[in-house]
T-cell receptor
């Protein structure tokens, strides 16, 4: 079974630009969640999508958005990039059943997209 | 959302010693408590998890204990080895939020 695939793996942008990152989950998984990881900041939760609907959202500004397609693939977009957006963006997929507070299955992470904002 | 506090933020032990990492949570409705390990340059991976109807779960050298009354759960690693060196993350529920992480260093 193929793992979680994220593209692109590396990208460099300048302030003010926007970026779109893609995540293809494991076949059969309906939940995709996104995280921002910076040195010393752990895994900051951005949002989670389940069956094309945003089910959970973290504390990030509106510049960060996402969506999920009918095949469960997900994209996240960051508009008006700032220097502080430089980070590793990880997505994770799971079967996603039941929902918030309950078991939704093991998270399988992709290798991440490393974004550098200059 | 759920607040999950994780301690300590860094932990250094000698090879062969035990390591304990603790997480506390606030939501009484939480019923699933996973631990993830992230080695340097790699993606996080689940190493053990526990449901709320169980007080302890073991898998070889690692174990997780849960105290629902006190709302905390702990990861225990016995007979630590250098390959246990990594960052460990807990989550207090299944809404995808993790603790801040614990960087464990096992000195040979």
């Amino acid at each position: 079974k193929a793992g979680v695939t994220q593209t692109p793996r590396y990208l460099i942008k300048t302030r003010g630009q926007q970026v779109t990152l893609s995540c293809s989950p494991i076949s059969g998984h309906r939940s995709v969640s996104w995280y921002q990881q910076t040195p010393g900041q752990g895994l900051q939760f951005l949002f989670e999508y389940f069956s094309e609907t945003q089910r959970n959202k973290g504390n990030f500004p509106g510049r960060f958005s996402g969506r999920q397609f009918s095949n469960s693939r997900s994209e996240m977009n960051v508009s008006t990039l700032e220097l502080g957006d430089s980070a590793l963006y990880l997505c994770a997929s799971s079967w996603g059943g039941q929902g918030s507070g309950s078991y939704t299955g093991e998270l399988f992470f992709g290798e991440g997209s490393r974004l550098t904002v200059l | 959302g759920e607040n999950v506090e994780q301690h300590p933020s860094t932990l250094s032990v000698q090879e062969g010693d035990s390591a304990v990492i603790k997480c506390t949570y606030s939501d009484s409705a939480s019923n699933y408590f996973p631990w993830y390990k992230q080695e340097l340059g790699k993606r996080p991976q689940l190493i053990i998890d526990i449901r709320s109807n169980v007080g302890e779960k073991k898998d070889q050298r690692i174990a997780v204990t849960l105290n629902k009354t006190a709302k905390h759960f702990s990861l225990h690693i016995t007979e630590t080895q250098p390959e246990d060196s990594a960052v460990y993350f807990c989550a207090g529920r299944s809404d995808m939020r993790f603790g801040a992480g614990t960087r464990l260093t096992v000195k040979p």
